[in-house]
């Protein structure tokens, strides 16, 4: 079955930077686009990024835009979100997502906590 | 910017029906906005519910219904139960590659 599973969270300070990894199984992750969003702590869900199957594009919110980066390793089924210069309003909850036709996202996994704090 | 609306609460009694919405300050919803809704109960992670407006997730039970209602994507409950309650989320694709959630809608059963 497919899973996802979400690592690489903790604490880091402002300006710093972190890469969390999403390990993929169960499915042909090659083919498949894959997503990131996040929870803030007591807040909604916000999309974060998003990988075309083919690797191809990528697109952000304009929150992330300039400082994260998403990207994959097929080799070793594992999505990765690069995250520079971050910031107090990062602190979140971080989940990926498999890409599905039809221009939607199903997540599994249980995410990986970020916080940013001095 | 693009803002996606939905109701922040919304109560029901057990066994009634509500509807959940789901909106754009700019430009109405349509199926081309992909609709679909997540929903997460406390402390657990988001899951689908629906997808393409109207397609179910699997083992979601058919008193789950989504349409687009006038100008927004609506998520229809029947016979609602207590543990429907949940937080709602919906998330529209906005044709530029990019998606965006509403704010949630906490659903009550009382």
């Known amino acids: 079955q497919v899973q996802l599973i979400e690592s690489g969270g903790g604490v880091v300070q402002p300006g710093g930077s972190l890469r969390l990894s999403c390990a993929a199984s169960?499915?042909?992750?090659?083919?498949?686009?894959m997503h990131w969003f996040r929870q803030a702590p007591g807040k909604g869900l916000e999309w974060v990024a998003v990988?075309?199957?083919?690797?191809?594009?990528?697109f952000y919110a304009d929150s992330v835009r300039g400082r994260f980066t998403i990207s994959r390793d097929i080799s070793k089924n594992t999505l990765y979100l690069q995250m520079n210069s971050l910031r107090a309003e990062d602190t979140a909850v971080y989940y990926c997502?498999?890409?599905?036709?039809?221009?939607?996202?199903?997540?599994r996994g249980q995410g990986t906590l970020v916080t940013v704090s001095s | 910017q693009t803002v996606v609306t939905q109701e922040p609460s919304i109560s029901v009694s057990p066994g009634g029906t509500v509807t959940l919405t789901c909106g754009l300050t700019?430009?109405?919803?349509?199926?081309?906005?992909?609709p679909a809704w997540f929903r997460q109960t406390a402390g657990q992670a988001p899951r689908t519910l629906m997808y393409?407006?109207?397609t179910r997730s699997y083992g979601v039970p058919d008193r789950f219904s989504g349409s687009i209602l006038g100008n927004r994507a609506a998520l229809t409950i029947t016979g609602a139960q207590a543990d429907d309650e949940s937080d709602y989320y919906c998330?529209?694709?906005?044709?530029?590659?990019?998606?965006?959630f509403g704010g949630g809608t906490t659903l009550t059963v009382l």
């Open positions: 998330v529209l694709y906005m044709g530029d590659g990019t998606w965006v």
């Open positions: 700019f430009g109405s919803v349509s199926a081309r906005s992909y």
């Open positions: 393409t407006t109207n």
């Open positions: 169960g499915f042909t992750f090659s083919i498949f686009g």
């Open positions: 990988m075309w199957h083919d690797g191809s594009q990528q």
């Open positions: 997502a498999r890409a599905e036709p039809g221009h939607w996202f199903d997540p």
